[in-house]
């Protein structure tokens, strides 16, 4: 906990770009500085020659200028630079800046209170602050990838959570994006399903049984592995090696000739695998919905699979590829320091890297997107350099248009959670889990008066999964993590709850004061002579949004926006509990306080929709 929280504060610090159409302080500020340098080094200063960021909270200011990287360019000092930039840009943009300081090389700016008080007044009814009018640029986003033999576990919550939320904070950066899957629904693993069923099950389905679809075939895919287990220590106790009884166990090799017999398309294995499949469709269905994933187009390897290999024919006839003696056909990366690669068995049959590169020409062709986004875990990095350096190697146009998202796994702090396998902890339990653990959380706090039943569990359902989603969320993707359901859930912490929390206590303030939301705000007089250090600090804060929005796509890392959020919502609650709407001593002070709280409740509101996370009116 304390780890994560010493880097929020930075998260805000970096440099700061804005694609908006709108002109935000940051743009303003750029327009003033080059106009500055203009006029008084004749240097002409783009965007990217400053260096703007929010100053330190032990300095005094709004925003600092790097002066360092200007220096040269003008041939002067930096405090020479510095007091002159200021002077500038106080005596000729009062209405921007109305002091400033020179601090070792940083110029530090105090915004005028005019600049911020406008601000929050034409942005308080504002619901869509924030998002980028279009790039005309399209992005694909694949994530989820399941198998069709057993269940979503934890790990595929993360990648869905990750995937979603980056599809979603790109759309309002702009792009126009294409939510993708994989499904997984052919091979060996899922035959080992389909015969122990037949072998085990006389006739049960899920609806005789009265379990989930997905559970119920991956039941079997237990099943199947207990059994060839079984076989194998038998081979081995008969004197048989390890190896070779893996290989002869009666069980594996009925496996084999399923699968066999399904890629002739033998009716009796293919209308199995299609009822088998159907069931677990169904039971990912269940769980896609609960926990609000979609996608705008799902694959299916069983389609994809054969695909690529006519591109490795023509690569092997191009001479970009090679043929073993075995007659297998490779590719040689060793150049781009990889190593060879397998595109083809010498029985001519693909290999997944074959069905990438073929599914990966059919997404090009169907959308021709500018970026195509594979969230897939860090243990593929190897594979997805080599499928990138494969389409490059055979000229294919989108090479170099695709991108990796890779992230770390993520594990629980205790083994209490039901496992079907092993250490794999289903998506459906730890759900469940979640859930139950915001109600007793909402209980014990006695936060349930005045909701009837049915919106209690509603409301239990939006804690837990906001606290699940935002747990997984505020860590960079890259990183490993611990999943914490306990910690997820605290009211108090760097928590999905503590951000609802905040946005349900704007309402009660509207609420008490007889206003909504949409209520307007609205005065005629913007010259507040002085605005409280809290007051100045959230509006500068709450300004930021767009930016923030724009890192994150930048970085494709949902963190950016939960660690945003969670300051956003400590400095409203600290200046809540420091100023008084109801009581505030002017009208203007109680409009201006009203509008903060909007824009606060809107921009919660819309980054916890950027994370998959919604947000109750009452808690």
Same mark, same amino acid.
């Given at each position: ?168 904070i790109l759309k309002a950066d702009g792009y126009n994006v294409v939510k993708t899957s994989i499904v997984n629904d052919r091979g060996i693993h899922i035959c080992k399903s389909m015969l122990a069923w037949e072998r085990y099950a006389n006739g049960a389905t899920p609806e005789t049984t009265h379990t989930k679809g997905d559970h119920f075939v991956g039941d079997y895919y237990v099943k199947f592995n207990e059994i060839y287990n079984e076989e194998i220590r038998h081979l081995v106790n008969d004197g048989m ?77 191009? !001479?970009?590829?090679?043929?073993? *003696? =075995? ?6 990366? #060793? $150049?781009?320091?990889?190593? %060879?690669? /397998? ?78 396998? !092993?250490?794999?902890?289903?998506? *459906? =339990? ?6 139950? #653990? $915001?109600?007793?959380?909402? %209980?014990? /706090? ?174």
């Amino acid at each position: 906990m304390t780890n994560i929280q010493d880097g929020l504060t930075e998260s805000l610090r970096l440099p700061l770009q804005t694609i908006s159409n709108s002109m935000t302080i940051v743009d303003k500020i750029n327009e003033a500085v080059s106009e500055a340098l203009s006029a008084l080094y004749d240097f002409k200063a783009s965007a990217k020659d400053l260096q703007v960021s929010l100053t330190k909270p032990e300095f005094t200011g709004d925003y600092t200028l790097v002066l360092f990287s200007l220096i040269k360019k003008v041939n002067t000092t930096p405090d020479v630079l510095g007091s002159l930039l200021g002077d500038f840009l106080v005596k000729n943009h009062e209405t921007l800046f109305n002091d400033f300081n020179v601090i070792k090389g940083f110029l530090n700016l105090s915004l005028a209170p005019e600049l911020l008080t406008k601000f929050a007044a034409d942005t308080y009814n504002n619901i869509s602050f924030g998002q980028q009018p279009s790039t005309g640029k399209k992005v694909m986003v694949e994530y989820a990838s399941p198998n069709t033999n057993k269940p979503l576990h934890l790990g595929h919550l993360r990648n869905i959570f990750i995937g979603w939320s980056i599809a979603e904070i790109l759309k309002a950066d702009g792009y126009n994006v294409v939510k993708t899957s994989i499904v997984n629904d052919r091979g060996i693993h899922i035959c080992k399903s389909m015969l122990a069923w037949e072998r085990y099950a006389n006739g049960a389905t899920p609806e005789t049984t009265h379990t989930k679809g997905d559970h119920f075939v991956g039941d079997y895919y237990v099943k199947f592995n207990e059994i060839y287990n079984e076989e194998i220590r038998h081979l081995v106790n008969d004197g048989m090696p390890e190896e070779k009884a893996k290989k002869e166990a009666p069980v594996m090799k009925a496996t084999q000739e399923m699968l066999l017999k399904w890629e002739e398309n033998e009716p009796h294995v293919k209308a199995l695998w299609q009822t088998m499949n159907g069931w677990v469709y169904k039971g990912f269905d269940e769980t896609y919905n609960r926990i609000g994933a979609d996608f705008d187009k799902t694959y299916y390897e069983s389609d994809t699979y054969l695909l690529g290999k006519d591109f490795v024919y023509e690569g092997l006839a191009q !001479g970009k590829l090679f043929r073993k *003696d =075995d007659g297998s056909i490779w590719i040689d990366l #060793t $150049a781009e320091g990889l190593d %060879e690669k /397998l595109l083809l068995r010498s029985d001519g049959t693909s290999v997944y890297m074959t069905s990438d590169i073929g599914l990966a020409n059919s997404k090009y062709k169907e959308y021709q997107p500018q970026k195509s986004i594979y969230v897939i875990g860090d243990e593929q990095n190897y594979h997805m350099k080599v499928l990138q350096q494969v389409c490059k190697k055979l000229g294919m146009p989108y090479g170099d248009k695709i991108f990796h998202l890779s992230y770390g796994m993520v594990e629980l702090t205790t083994g209490k959670m039901k496992s079907r396998e !092993g250490t794999v902890v289903d998506a *459906d =339990d730890i759900v469940d889990e979640v859930i139950d #653990t $915001a109600r007793k959380h909402t %209980e014990e /706090l006695g936060k349930t008066k005045g909701f009837s039943k049915d919106q209690l569990i509603q409301l239990y359902e939006t804690i837990g999964l906001g606290a699940m989603k935002f747990y997984l969320l505020r860590v960079d993707p890259k990183k490993r993590m611990i999943f914490n359901p306990e910690e997820s859930i605290d009211f108090h912490g760097f928590t999905g709850p503590f951000i609802q929390y905040t946005y349900a206590r704007i309402q009660s303030v509207f609420r008490k004061m007889g206003n909504t939301a949409n209520t307007s705000y609205v005065s005629d007089d913007y010259s507040l002579e002085q605005l409280s250090p809290m007051e100045k600090e959230l509006l500068v804060i709450l300004e930021q949004y767009p930016n923030i929005i724009h890192q994150s796509a930048e970085e494709l890392n949902p963190s950016v926006i939960a660690v945003y959020s969670f300051q956003l919502a400590q400095k409203f609650n600290t200046f809540y509990n420091s100023h008084s709407i109801a009581s505030a001593e002017t009208k203007p002070e109680q409009i201006l306080r009203l509008q903060i709280a909007s824009v606060t409740a809107n921009i919660i509101k819309s980054a916890m929709h950027l994370l998959g996370i919604n947000v109750p009116d009452k808690m």
